[in-house]
């Protein structure tokens, strides 16, 4: 099982609509949880971090932390073309020496 | 604005030539980080430094070396490239190791090996 695993996609969602992207992670003891967004030839940027079970906004963005089944969510709502980047999920991992681990990112396109 | 820059953002070395990419920080942070990225794979850590403490991860090629002189600067040093050495390189500070704290990315350089 990879340590942090994404669905690659591309997964495509029409402009204003709710683009849902998905993480889930192999280690329980996990405490950290962090979504990238990097376009295409860029560096990642960060778009969230979320700590707690439950819930986090900011802006039309939502992460989504349920430690018990072991994964976190991204939510955009009001998807727009701009969007459309490569989004990264990263996790600590308190086994691993308490490194961070990467997924390989779930491609999004938002359809004008 | 406080800010992560890497120079320089493209940057052209012929096989087995020495190459250097640099990495500066206005944030004030103690961890900084050299990540490797190729194309559809996910950021992989070279090393990282918590202030002058060095951590070289266990499947860094020894070709890949890292220099740290202040808070300010960190130096990533190419030996002698290889053509699978060819990728984006990463800086990131953060104010913590332990995986706590949100990455900072720098714009990168984009290294081409001929």
């Known amino acids: 099982q990879k340590e942090v695993e994404q669905n690659s996609g591309p997964l495509s969602v029409p402009e204003g609509a709710i683009a849902s992207l998905n993480c889930t992670y192999s280690?329980?003891?996990?405490?950290?949880f962090f979504w990238y967004r990097q376009y295409s030839g860029k560096s990642p940027e960060l778009i969230m971090f979320i700590y707690s079970n439950g819930d986090k906004e900011d802006g039309r963005f939502t992460a989504q932390l349920n430690k018990a089944s072991q994964y976190v969510s991204l939510l955009i709502r009001d998807s727009q073309p701009s969007d459309s980047a490569t989004y990264l999920c990263?996790?600590?991992?308190?086994?691993?020496?308490?490194?961070?681990?990467w997924g390989l990112g779930t491609s999004l396109a938002v359809n004008p | 604005d406080a800010m992560v820059i890497q120079n320089p953002r493209y940057q052209v070395t012929q096989f087995g030539k020495p190459v250097t990419l640099s990495c500066s920080q206005t944030?004030?942070?103690?961890?900084m980080y050299w990540y490797q990225q190729k194309s559809s794979q996910a950021p992989k850590l070279l090393f990282h430094y918590y202030d002058k403490d060095f951590n070289n991860e266990a499947d860094t090629p020894d070709n890949f070396q890292s220099r740290r002189p202040n808070t300010s600067f960190c130096f990533l040093d190419i030996r002698s490239p290889g053509l699978g050495d060819a990728a984006m390189y990463l800086c990131?500070?953060?104010?913590?190791?332990?995986?706590?704290?949100?990455?900072?990315f720098g714009n990168g350089t984009r290294l081409t090996v001929t």
């Open positions: 280690d329980r003891g996990s405490q950290s």
């Open positions: 944030l004030n942070h103690n961890v």
């Open positions: 990131a500070t953060s104010t913590s190791d332990r995986g706590r704290s949100p990455l900072h």
């Open positions: 990263a996790v600590n991992m308190p086994g691993n020496n308490r490194k961070l681990i």
